[in-house]
């Protein structure tokens, strides 16, 4: 089916080094993307997102990049640190409709040791 | 209130028994969604609302689950007869008006049914 997947459920880094967490789409006609990041006992809170008209995005120490030709979305984090612990879940919306549902892939945990 | 609130925090229901969740969502909130996501998994949507028309519930697992928002603020969503395969955390998310994703998750509601 269409779905959003990630490619590793876990990753461990230490503070200071940068992360890289992927994702792999199904639907070559999803147009909006976004990450989120989910802390144990609390709902997802917004990252970071972009269209399918652009290649990549930049936040305060967040990236996003997307590769249309391989349907491939990754989240780099810059010297990452232990509050950035947690699991990070891409999403489409595969209709880039207001008031459609988000597809959410499963997740992905990131561990920072200091 | 400054984000979405849902209540009870915890919920432990015996099978067959009914519940409602509440979610309060930020004040004047258009958009409202519920999301329910299984222990390791990403959330997967349930139901959607513009002021208080049910626009989309084609995620609603069975006729056991309904979801009502009469007024156009505060939503329930209820479960009949539960069973234990609806143990989960229910989320709620709301947005400002019909925006495509980057809407602002509750810390959710955790069923578990015994």
């Known amino acids: 089916g269409e779905s959003v997947g990630l490619h590793l459920p876990t990753l461990s880094v230490q503070e200071g080094d940068n992360s890289i967490i992927n994702c792999a789409y199904s639907n070559s006609a999803s147009d909006y993307f976004i990450w989120y990041k989910q802390e144990s006992g609390k709902g997802p809170q917004f990252i970071i997102d972009i269209r399918s008209n652009m290649d990549k995005r930049q936040g305060q120490r967040v990236t996003v990049l997307l590769n249309k030709t391989v349907k491939h979305l990754s989240l780099q984090i810059a010297a990452t640190q232990p509050g950035d612990s947690a699991v990070y879940f891409c999403?489409?919306?595969?209709?880039?409709?207001?008031?459609?549902?988000?597809?959410f892939g499963k997740g992905t945990t990131l561990s920072v040791s200091s | 209130g400054a984000g979405v609130s849902q209540s009870p925090r915890y919920k432990v229901a015996k099978r067959g028994q009914d519940v409602a969740l509440r979610c309060d969502p930020i004040s004047g909130h258009v958009s409202l969604f519920w999301y329910q996501q299984a222990l390791g998994q990403g959330p997967e949507f349930l139901t959607y609302f513009q002021n208080e028309a049910q626009l989309d519930k084609s995620g609603l697992p069975s006729d056991r689950f309904f979801a009502e928002r009469p007024e156009g603020s505060v939503s329930t969503l209820k479960i009949q007869r539960t069973q234990q395969e609806d143990s989960a955390v229910y989320l709620c998310?709301?947005?400002?008006?019909?925006?495509?994703?980057?809407?602002?998750f509750g810390s959710g509601t955790r069923l578990t049914v015994v």
């Open positions: 999403a489409e919306n595969p209709y880039n409709q207001a008031g459609t549902a988000l597809i």
């Open positions: 998310a709301s947005s400002p008006r019909r925006q495509v994703g980057g809407y602002t």
